[in-house]
């Protein structure tokens, strides 16, 4: 199984401003992904981080908005850029199991609340 | 396009009883379904995961049935507890040419009340 832990765990920003979220990994994995769970609404990829190379946006989403950074192979961060009241939700970091296993393992999330 | 579709949507059950989620969902092509438990700030947690060939997996008080033919898939829980008190999420997956997509449904918020 991975440990992963992100920070930080809660925010309250105000709009205009942005917001980088960490995310760490007790192993090395190749791809790093990050999701959105607004309020009441299932979870929504926003984009895969690949240690090396640029990371893959999901449609509705764009590197302006949510650039990522992926140093090595256990740690990324994600910023929210330029927020706005709809930008509040929480945000989290999840990595897939090893080679041939289907599990996937998600962080504690990031509670972000724009005023 | 992909969906999940979960019921209920919230479910309020006294300790002790049992329950059951309902998931269908129209994702191609399959690959396997999932089961997410998502405590009250914390990240989904995975119960069961399913392939196509298996219609039946426990996790001790957790019992996941899929039917691929009809495309739904049900969580069953036995002897709730307080702890169970979580959102509920059915997760399923699909797989092209190696890539595998994700669809998230919305969950099933259950409440056990003492």
């Known amino acids: 199984s991975a440990v992963i832990s992100q920070k930080p765990s809660r925010d309250i920003c105000q709009r205009g401003t942005s917001l980088t979220i960490q995310c760490q990994v007790d192993s090395q994995v190749t791809m790093m992904f990050w999701y959105r769970q607004q309020p009441g609404q299932s979870l929504t990829l926003i984009a895969t981080?690949?240690?090396?190379?640029?990371?893959?946006?999901e449609s509705g989403f764009v590197i302006d908005k949510f650039p990522i950074s992926r140093p090595n192979l256990t740690f990324s961060t994600l910023t929210v850029s330029n927020m706005s009241p709809e930008d509040s939700s929480i945000y989290l970091c999840s990595v897939k199991g090893g080679p041939g296993s289907y599990e996937q393992y998600f962080g504690p999330g990031t509670r972000l609340t724009v005023t | 396009k992909n969906q999940v579709e979960q019921s209920p949507q919230s479910l309020i059950i006294l300790e002790g009883k049992n329950c059951t989620l309902q998931?269908?969902?129209?994702?191609?092509?399959?690959?396997?379904l999932r089961w997410y438990k998502q405590d009250t700030g914390r990240g989904p947690v995975s119960l069961t995961i399913?392939?196509?060939?298996?219609n039946t997996k426990s996790n001790g008080r957790y019992t996941a049935t899929l039917d691929a033919d009809t495309k739904q898939s049900s969580l069953h829980i036995t002897a709730s507890q307080l702890s169970d008190s979580a959102s509920y999420i059915c997760?399923?997956?699909?797989?092209?040419?190696?890539?595998?997509?994700?669809?998230f449904g919305t969950g099933t918020r259950l409440t056990i009340i003492p």
């Open positions: 997760v399923v997956s699909a797989t092209n040419f190696g890539n595998e997509k994700l669809t």
């Open positions: 998931c269908n969902y129209t994702v191609s092509p399959f690959s396997n």
């Open positions: 399913m392939t196509f060939s298996e």
């Open positions: 981080a690949n240690q090396g190379s640029e990371a893959t946006y």
